[in-house]
Structures are given as C-alpha cells and as structure tokens.
C-alpha cells in the first residue's frame, strides 16, 4: 500500500466491521497456526471482501492486529547493521540511509492484520506500507547475519 500510515485504513475497518455485527477482538495470528493468507493485493478494498467472507463463514469475531515503529527500535536497527557490517557483506550505504529514513515513520502504523477461524484454520489478511516491508527486509536481513556470525563461532569452537 502505498500510504505513509494505515491510521485512516484501521478506522474503516472497525466501522466497516461493527457494520457488518461482528466483534474484533486485538490478537495477532503467528504463523505457527494453520494459516490462509488472502492474497488479493490489485485490490485496496480487498479487506472488505475479507470481512464478508468472515461474516458468510459463520465467523462472530476477527481479529485484528496492527504495527508500528519507534525510533528507538530504528536506531538499535542501524547499530545492528553497523555490527554486522562485514566488508564481504551485501549492506550497502543505501541500506543504511533507508533504514535512516524510517525514523520519519515512527509512531505511524505500517502493519494491520485481521483474521478469523473456520474449521480449525485461521483465515488472515494483511496490509502493509512500503517503508514497514523495507523495516522488515532490514530486520530479516539483520537475523540472517546474525544466524551466520553465531554458526560460524559454533563451528570454529568444535575445532
């Protein structure tokens, strides 16, 4: 999604929820559950369609989660990044000035998520801004030096 925060989106979404007589309860759905993702990106309104289906499925109640950033956990990001800035690695400078530039996003929401349950799987719609996916390829990126640096030390230190 292209918007700098999905405040106006949320509150759309709990009108349009109320509206249709259903509840929301705040609970995030990890992916350890049996999950269906929606996939209906081309469409902005596809989250209505969501709730419809919610509602057709016999569902009483979605949940409904959401995300943002502090500038804090941006700065711990970047000193997370200078850490694992190893000359062979792929981080960049143009890594370093996009996770900068999320500070201008700092208390925006960037993740809304809603789900419900039907016949033991959780049905789940996620929406997101473009700066918190590059938030969390940062992170992913961070996780996955790290899982490397630590395996490494493991390996050398069996020697």
């Known amino acids: 999604m292209n918007s700098d925060s999905l405040l106006s989106l949320k509150d759309d979404m709990i009108a349009y929820i109320a509206g249709h007589g259903l509840r929301r309860i705040p609970a995030f759905v990890s992916e350890d559950l049996p999950c269906v993702l929606w996939e209906d990106e081309e469409n902005p309104d596809g989250w209505k369609e ?32 200078h850490e694992f800035d190893l000359p062979d690695q792929e981080t960049t400078d143009m890594d370093f000035d996009q996770a900068q530039s999320l500070k201008t996003h700092a208390g925006k929401i960037g993740f809304l998520q809603l789900g419900f349950a039907h016949q033991g799987v959780m049905f789940v719609h996620e929406t997101t801004t473009e700066w918190y996916d590059q938030y969390q390829w940062l992170l992913d990126s961070i996780d996955g030096l790290s899982d490397i640096v630590f395996d490494q030390g493991d390996d050398n230190s069996l020697l």
């Open 50 to 81: 969501f709730v419809e289906t919610a509602k057709a499925a016999g569902a009483v109640f979605l949940t409904m989660s959401e995300a943002s950033i502090k500038a804090d956990e941006v700065d711990l990001l970047i000193d997370q990044m």
